[in-house]
């Protein structure tokens, strides 16, 4: 856990994150390791709310196995510190209630959750949800980079035949699927993987295709489209002591459709000071005073000469991190060339529709509330005078603070656009109906399913990757049993 930020700096070939940054203006990472962005998050654990599964067309029984079976294996409690029972108690002072204590479910109210990092601070991911396979009918190939899906475009519908991959010393291999019934590809790459493989195989829309000579299997316009991205605005908040490290273990559910949660003790590692991108610490807090398109290398660069001049306490504390649910700003993804290694053109159009603006205000509002709420100001022990002055200095150091007329919601407004970052839970671009069935079956393609991230149209629970997994585990389950049927009626 205490790596968590230098893992997501770590820009590399070799390093399991791959950063981006879209075309918004805001730094952005995707994962480039067996196991996801289970391997690269901040850990934290809860479900998706009743409602949700029932708007996926799921099937609750098979639901409400398929948690589980992922909570035992890699979910543990979180290890709850003076930091995060601050922030719990102030949500409920503030009327974010009735606390619910430490549960998996998606309920109104303030709650803990649970967390993929073990009480020794170890990370658990979803590649170790394979020990539970059959060894003897499960291959791995750790080091294969897909590079397209073909197709026989012979018959009536194509079919998917095969995929083309790459190794470790960039040869390139051909795994070809079998002729037995029920054989098929199943592409998990996430939501910006999947599509971009997708386009990369022909299947997108046509005139995209053509332009950069890639053969078309299948003329889909709602390839890569629907991409969304939930704004995060963040606020730092010093305290007088050094802060424990925690990622997200408290979250607020409000009715007003934003998310509050928070980390903590980030920004006083020596070695945080190297990291670009993410929402971990004090250092960083993604440049969140500068305008998105403004973010650039040299910013951060100045950026860090700046900090050396400042005291340590201005970077000693944690941030309350406000998160819009269901935005209902999308953008898209298209081809910049052809190597499926770079990411494609990336594009969220945050605070585009005025309604997720509204709800970013509203959330701030609360965020400001929390911080002049007595179990807050207990907790940090600053005086009005000392807040006021760590604040100027941290505004020098582009380190994000509330700004001071909350009424003005002229000011709030712009406050959210110009300090917007990603908690990294983008979505879409492959969504059910428009894309894939309700199977997640690609339309009009046969043996050929997208499972992952890339078909949802809103990201599911305060905090998607518990549910990400519950779908793998419970489509693997739907397959088995669909196979079996099939076996028992031949």
């Not at 962005?37 to 654990?45: E, K, L, S, V």
């Not at 992922?70 to 601050?86: L, S």
């Not at 273990?249 to 006083?268: C, N, P, R």
């Not at 509330?402 to 959210?416: A, G, V, W």
Request: proline residues 4%; hydrophobic residues 35%; positive net charge.
């Amino acid at each position: 856990m205490q790596n968590f930020h230098i893992t997501l700096a770590d820009i590399s070939q070799t390093s399991s994150s791959q950063m981006f940054i879209s075309t918004d203006g805001v730094f952005n990472a995707r994962a480039r390791v067996l196991g996801g962005g289970t391997c690269i998050n901040a850990g934290f654990y809860t479900r998706a709310s009743a409602s949700e599964i029932k708007k996926a067309g799921w099937d609750a029984k098979l639901v409400n196995e398929s948690y589980p079976w992922i909570e035992k294996q890699i979910v543990h409690r979180p290890d709850f510190g003076p930091w995060q029972r601050a922030v719990r108690d102030s949500l409920v002072e503030v009327g974010i209630s009735p606390f619910n204590g430490f549960t998996y479910d998606h309920i109104y109210g303030t709650k803990v959750g649970g967390t993929i990092f073990d009480r020794f601070g170890r990370r658990h991911t979803a590649a170790e949800l394979l020990a539970s396979a059959n060894p003897e009918k499960l291959r791995v190939l750790v080091h294969a980079t897909v590079q397209k899906i073909e197709f026989d475009t012979t018959g009536k519908r194509p079919r998917a035949v095969g995929v083309i991959f790459k190794d470790e010393n960039g040869k390139t291999h051909k795994a070809i699927l079998s002729k037995r019934p029920g054989s098929e590809i199943i592409v998990s790459s996430g939501a910006i993987g999947s599509p971009h493989l997708l386009l990369l195989s022909g299947i997108g829309p046509k005139a995209e295709l053509e332009k950069f000579n890639i053969s078309v299997v299948l003329d889909n316009e709602f390839v890569g489209k629907g991409m969304s991205d939930n704004p995060l605005n963040t606020i730092f908040v010093p305290s007088k002591t050094p802060v424990k490290q925690s990622l997200i273990q408290t979250v607020g559910i409000t009715k007003l459709g934003v998310y509050i949660e928070a980390s903590s003790g980030f920004g006083q590692s020596t070695d945080s000071i190297h990291c670009d991108h993410g929402i971990a610490s004090a250092e960083i807090g993604q440049l969140s005073t500068i305008p998105p398109k403004q973010r650039t290398h040299e910013a951060i660069h100045e950026f860090r000469r700046r900090k050396r001049n400042l005291p340590h306490e201005a970077f000693q504390g944690g941030f309350i991190l406000e998160k819009i649910a269901r935005p209902l700003s999308t953008g898209q993804i298209s081809l910049i060339n052809t190597n499926i290694d770079d990411n494609p053109s990336i594009t969220f159009n945050y605070f585009s529709h005025p309604a997720d603006l509204a709800r970013c205000v509203d959330g701030i509002r609360i965020v400001e509330k929390i911080l002049r709420s007595k179990h807050f100001t207990n907790y940090t022990q600053f005086d009005q005078d000392m807040v006021d002055k760590l604040l100027n200095m941290s505004v020098e150091a582009n380190v994000n603070l509330i700004p001071r007329h909350t009424n003005d919601t002229k000011s709030l407004e712009q406050f959210c656009k110009d300090t917007v970052i990603t908690i990294w839970h983008y979505h879409g671009g492959c969504q059910v109906g428009k894309v894939v069935t309700h199977d997640y079956k690609v339309i009009g393609v046969e043996r050929l399913r997208v499972i992952d991230g890339s078909t949802f149209t809103e990201s599911p629970g305060t905090n998607p990757q518990a549910t990400v997994m519950m779908m793998g585990r419970y489509m693997g389950v739907r397959i088995l049993r669909e196979r079996l049927g099939e076996a028992a009626r031949i």
